[in-house]
């Protein structure tokens, strides 16, 4: 699971139970958070104890009646309405797995839990839903340009499976393409060359050592933020339109939207590549990945994304597609 939130944490035990508090200790880890870890000679040797909390992904809200225990000693509890949990398990036990039926489950495998301490650790579970157990590669549209009449051929492999395409791809697109704009099949005109596809690797936000360069907007700013972005990358007015009339209502469903552009060489290898020929001379390719937020909080240290535009000379071509991350 790679999905993206951002929570600040303190835990305090009072009476043997983890209660948290909202300060300032760091970006939390996508799925969860080792809070803390202290020797605890008050547990019984060959033992340790597992506290903390599980929340909602998309509101920091507690997750009730979470399971959450280990298989090799068939020890479990459940999370109250608080969404806190305490379990004492086996020192030996060192896979701890966080269940409920309806939410993505999280298992905690590379941590090291030592005889008699007490672990405090923060979990964040996202709700499951079957249309996104293939993921969308949303509206990819290629437009193409020439100073003059130009016959092409395009052929186009995407990370997946095609599920639409228009006009129609049989082993590829031969087109014309026209110095008026667009494209030309036989006696057909086309704006633009469009696909979408559908894969079971899905994709995620760039994340390294906790942290991501992208953009967080506010659901109102949508609009700006698009137009903004895109001239920096080169768009034209009308590629510009056809982008945000598309993802700007799609963006706006949460209070904020989470962004990231993957563009050119990224596009080729993690999107789909692309083989033109004769070969355009300037090529400009983005591909969105965005989620909707309730909160402004990412859960990674976020770093405004460098954006680079692009020469357009001769024959040009550009792509814009993008991906919901669930």
Known sequence: ???????????????????????????????????????????????????????????DNPLVAVKVGCTSSNTWVRTTKDGLFRVELAATDSVVYFYKKGWNEVVIEDYIFKDRHR????????????????????KPVIYLYADKNLKASVRLDPKGTFIFTYPRYEDGWDIEVL????????????????????????????????????????????????????????????EKADFITYWAPILKKGRFALIHFVVDDDYEDQIASLDITPKPESMRRVFMLCATLDTPNSGLDLEEQELTSFERKGFTVVEWGGSLIE
């Open 1 to 59: 699971m790679k999905s993206i939130l951002f929570c600040i944490v303190t835990l305090t035990i009072i009476a043997n139970k983890p209660v948290f508090a909202l300060e300032d200790l760091g970006p939390i880890p996508l799925e969860y958070s080792i809070v803390s870890d202290t020797l605890d000679e008050s547990i019984p040797s060959g033992k340790f104890i597992l506290e903390g909390r599980v929340s909602m992904f998309s509101s």
């Open 119 to 138: 672990v405090a650790v923060q979990v964040y579970m996202n709700q499951v839903r079957e249309e996104y157990d293939k993921q969308v590669k949303r």
């Open 179 to 238: 110095k008026t704009g667009g494209v030309k099949i036989g006696e057909k005109e086309y704006p633009y060359l469009f696909w979408e596809a559908e894969s079971e690797t899905k994709l995620s936000f760039p994340v390294v050592d906790g942290k991501m360069t992208g953009f967080m907007v506010d659901a109102g700013s949508v609009v700006p933020f698009l137009e903004e972005k895109l001239t920096l990358l080169g768009f034209l007015d009308k």
